[in-house]
């Protein structure tokens, strides 16, 4: 049982933080915020609901939030259910053409619905495509002995702005066409710096599964410039999945995104702590400029 003096200090506790965050909701008014919702970030029912609900208040308070998805655990599943192995080099799916089909069937339909469903349920208006849908990503091959795994080589970013426009929330699939039509599969952090570069982004998340960017005694690295980003990989303190991640920021950036953040996407309420309190959350990577006290003032 709540005595009234205890629920008096929540009410004014949640007062205050509304209150606090007046400058961040004002800084981001109008602002696009890229997120890659990583398949190891989108945990259970619940964890899925409060990312979404995030994303409707981000909506809500006029920031204009595109969420592009990846899901390789749950290809991974559905391969499995099928007998078909898959390999990844360089942290990309070698992707043969019966790969390909799961590729797209499960991010363009599971994953994607999901996401997209989630969203609506929480009131927002979400319209799910992939990188095929209106030209948004035309890609070339990558490598050859990736197969079937693509670059982004042009972003036409325009059926975004059209959705903006109508207050929807797009949910992007990270797959492309090439210009014979053929499908490819993008690594969800390429696709998400792509389309980010492409709409100049004043924020890219990268959503994963750890807290941010380590040093060498395993704390969370709160600010790093790019070139302290090549120093670390370098040093291999930067390793396996986190590598595809930093790169993606530093293109992202060289590409005209202001700051690209990398945090974990199951913490509660990871994008509003980053974006609309003091206290921000995980690793944020940018040219130059300090990250407190207002970690992005007049970024
Ligand atoms: N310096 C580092 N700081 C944080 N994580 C690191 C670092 N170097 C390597 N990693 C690894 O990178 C992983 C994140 O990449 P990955 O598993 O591919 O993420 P996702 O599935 O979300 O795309 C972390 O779980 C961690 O094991
Ligand atoms: C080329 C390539 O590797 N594509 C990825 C696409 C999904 C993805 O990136 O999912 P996560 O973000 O959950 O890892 C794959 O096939 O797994």
């Given at each position: 049982m709540k005595t009234q003096t205890a629920m008096n200090k929540d009410w004014f506790a949640t007062a205050r933080t509304l209150s606090e965050a007046l400058p961040y909701l004002q800084r981001y008014t109008g602002a696009i915020v890229v997120i890659k919702f990583g398949g190891h970030?989108?945990?259970?029912?619940?964890?899925?609901?409060?990312?979404?609900?995030d994303v409707v208040l981000m909506r809500q308070v006029g920031v204009n939030p595109v969420i592009v998805h990846g899901g390789g655990p749950m290809i991974n599943d559905l391969l499995t259910r099928l007998g078909i192995t898959s390999s990844f080099v360089r942290g990309k799916r070698v992707t043969d053409a019966a790969t390909m089909e799961v590729v797209e069937m499960v991010l363009s339909g599971l994953v994607n619905k999901r996401i997209v469903q989630a969203i609506n349920d929480e009131g927002g208006r979400a319209v799910g495509l992939s990188g095929k849908d209106a030209?948004?990503?035309?890609?070339?091959?990558?490598?050859?002995?990736?197969?079937?795994?693509?670059?982004?080589?042009?972003?036409?970013?325009?059926?975004?702005?059209?959705?903006?426009?109508?207050?929807?929330i797009p949910v992007?699939?990270?797959?492309?066409?090439?210009?014979?039509?053929?499908?490819?599969?993008?690594?969800?952090?390429?696709?998400?710096?792509?389309?980010?570069?492409?709409?100049?982004?004043?924020?890219l998340l990268l959503l994963t599964d750890v807290a941010g960017v380590k040093d060498s005694s395993g704390e969370v690295?709160?600010?790093?410039?790019?070139?302290?980003?090549?120093?670390?990989?370098?040093?291999?303190?930067?390793?396996g999945g986190m590598i595809p991640k930093t790169e993606t920021a530093l293109a992202a950036i060289d590409g005209g995104v202001r700051a690209v953040v990398i945090l974990d996407g199951r913490a509660p309420n990871a994008c509003l702590l980053e974006l609309f309190t003091e206290h921000g959350a995980g690793s944020l990577i940018r040219a130059t400029a300090p990250r407190t006290p207002a970690h992005d003032a007049g970024a």
């Open positions: 970030a989108m945990g259970d029912a619940a964890e899925m609901a409060s990312f979404a609900r030209r948004l990503i035309t890609c070339t091959p990558d490598d050859p002995e990736l197969g079937f795994v693509g670059r982004p080589d042009d972003v036409d970013p325009t059926v975004l702005q059209h959705l903006f426009a109508g207050g929807i992007i699939a990270p797959l492309g066409a090439g210009a014979d039509g053929q499908s490819y599969n993008i690594n969800g952090d390429t696709a998400a710096g792509a389309i980010a570069a492409a709409l100049k982004a004043d924020r690295i709160t600010q790093l410039s790019p070139d302290e980003v090549q120093e670390l990989t370098a040093q291999g303190i930067i390793a």
